[in-house]
């Protein structure tokens, strides 16, 4: 059998990728419903499949997220053996440390770090223009009373600035001054070698005034185009690898006239699928997502960026995200909060001291099959690096299985029953997130 690591597919030596080798292939489809919040009632939730060079991604899917090619305390061969199709690292991060060039000798991202299956890089637009305002990394804000273009959070110096061409910022690591543009950001990522790449765009905080925010989705539009024409010209230029995918990113914040417009101008552009992202309010969250696929042709996959919690899932299921990626399990788990399907609690709290019983009974990660509670509060609260493995191995395997039963539900004709069924549970102890 040959390695896919090795021997990825539609890679030839002296040619270009063959984009060939990258598509998406509908399964089933949620039907139309009085409440569909897209056009006509249309509910774009769907299953799928999306081949890569690296192999397949069977959608509705969880995508864990190895910030610096690595997930803290967890080796690639654990979040295979729990089941994770797929993985997302940061290309900002990896630009930074250890450097673009080291990642193209080793032979892309997915080899670098010994995962043989799709990688997904984003822009790093994410974290030089969160450097910013300072913010803190999450997408979802409360914005009552608040709207300025200049809010830094308190405390914290702007580290970055946004003109025409791009974004110069400060490197966190070492304060060194450096430049991101689409330009730079295709070249990076086209180094670090994952699957599916993401184009550069502005990130916007709800705080923005609606007048920067149409000037942001109008620079995002001119920077998108800038990223097909540099994306083409290096797929061309270096060949012998296989075919990278690159999104386009739908910003627009909250506003459902500039998400559509930003929709429109991403689908008439030459990308391989669609990034939705950006700041949303979570009511409008599942809205945001029709809103966006009203414009997008349906063989493009979806990828919500930065997602946060189990009810956002589903609806940005239901209105058709595809993937998804999130932070909070690991870094959660290492804070001792266990994701359970009866909501979370925090293992490091005193009645689990002399408890026997796995992390969550039922479940089949390696960790419920081989340790207790009372092992895994003792480990975190002795900040043993064991606890945090144990404890990410669980929550990642959570994200992974609910998305893969979400897709099961699909499939089987029982998604709405086992939303609310599941939600009900999850939220039963007024669980947050
Ligand atoms: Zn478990």
Redesign the pocket.
């Known amino acids: 059998m040959t390695s896919i690591l090795e021997h990825p597919r539609g890679a030839e030596p002296g040619k270009p990728g063959d984009r060939k080798e990258f598509s998406f292939t509908n399964k089933t489809r949620l039907s139309n419903t009085a409440e569909g919040k897209g056009r006509d009632g249309a509910r774009y939730g769907r299953t799928g499949v999306i081949h890569t060079p690296h192999g397949d991604i069977h959608t509705p899917a969880f995508v864990p997220v190895a910030t610096q090619a690595a997930m803290k305390a967890v080796l690639p061969e654990s979040i295979k053996d729990l089941g994770a199709q797929c993985m997302l690292s940061n290309a900002f991060h990896l630009y930074e440390r250890p450097g673009a060039d080291v990642l193209d000798e080793a032979g892309g991202l997915g080899k670098f770090m010994n995962w043989d299956k799709p990688t997904f890089t984003d822009s790093g637009g994410f974290q030089v223009l969160s450097l910013g305002a300072g913010f803190k990394k999450t997408l979802a804000m409360d914005v009552t009373g608040m709207k300025s273009d200049d809010v830094i959070a308190a405390g914290k110096e702007r580290m970055a600035f946004v003109d025409e061409d791009g974004v110069t910022f400060k490197s966190p690591l070492n304060g060194s001054k450096h430049r991101f543009s689409a330009e730079i950001s295709m070249g990076i990522q086209h180094k670090l070698g994952a699957d599916i790449m993401f184009a550069f765009d502005e990130l916007t905080t709800l705080m923005n005034t609606r007048r920067y925010q149409e000037e942001s989705v109008e620079r995002t539009f001119r920077w998108a185009k800038r990223c097909v024409a540099e994306h083409k010209r290096l797929t061309e230029e270096r060949v012998g690898k296989p075919y990278q995918a690159l999104y386009g990113v739908v910003q627009g914040a909250n506003y459902e006239d500039l998400r559509r417009h930003a929709a429109e101008q991403i689908a008439s552009l030459d990308f391989d699928g669609v990034g939705i992202g950006g700041a949303i309010e979570k009511r409008i969250i599942g809205d945001t997502c029709a809103w966006i696929c009203d414009a997008m042709p349906e063989n493009r996959p979806r990828h919500v960026l930065g997602i946060a919690a189990v009810d956002d899932i589903f609806a940005c299921v239901e209105n058709g995200g595809d993937t998804f990626d999130c932070v909070a399990p690991a870094r959660c788990g290492r804070n001792g909060a266990i994701f359970t399907r009866h909501g979370r609690y925090n293992v490091k709290r005193a009645e689990f001291k002399h408890d026997q019983r796995?992390?969550?009974e039922g479940?089949d990660?390696y960790?419920?099959t081989h340790y207790s509670r009372m092992y895994v509060d003792h480990l975190l609260r002795a900040s043993e690096m064991n606890g945090f493995t144990l404890a990410t191995i669980?929550n990642e395997?959570f994200f992974v299985k609910l998305l893969d039963d979400i897709r099961a539900s699909i499939d089987g004709g029982y998604f709405e029953e086992f939303r609310d069924e599941t939600l009900a549970h999850y939220y039963e102890n007024g669980s947050k997130g």
Request: with cysteine; aromatic share 0%.
């Open positions: 796995p992390l969550e479940c990660c960790t419920c669980h395997r």
